[in-house]
């Protein structure tokens, strides 16, 4: 992310992006990158590292949108 450091903060804390140690919140060397996937209309979130693989990635964006019937998974070539 980049910006205002306080637009920076007010998103990561909005988004639960944060340590509740300030001390340690407030250390930019204890901070890791994480994905933040969210589907808003059905309330549904999940994070991940942005150094995960593709795949994880993709599964983790799966699990935030519900089930439309028993094939409905992510596609063969993107599972491990």
């Known amino acids: 992310m980049t910006g205002k450091i306080d637009d920076i903060n007010a998103l990561r804390f909005k988004l639960g992006l944060f340590d509740p140690d300030p ?20 309330k549904s979130w999940s994070a991940t590292s942005v150094l995960s693989e593709p795949s994880r990635i993709l599964e983790m964006i799966h699990r935030t949108t519900l089930p439309t019937g028993p094939l409905d998974r992510a596609p063969e070539s993107s599972r491990q």
């Open 23 to 42: 001390k340690v919140d407030a250390d930019p060397t204890k901070h890791s990158g994480m994905l933040k996937i969210g589907n808003v209309p059905l």
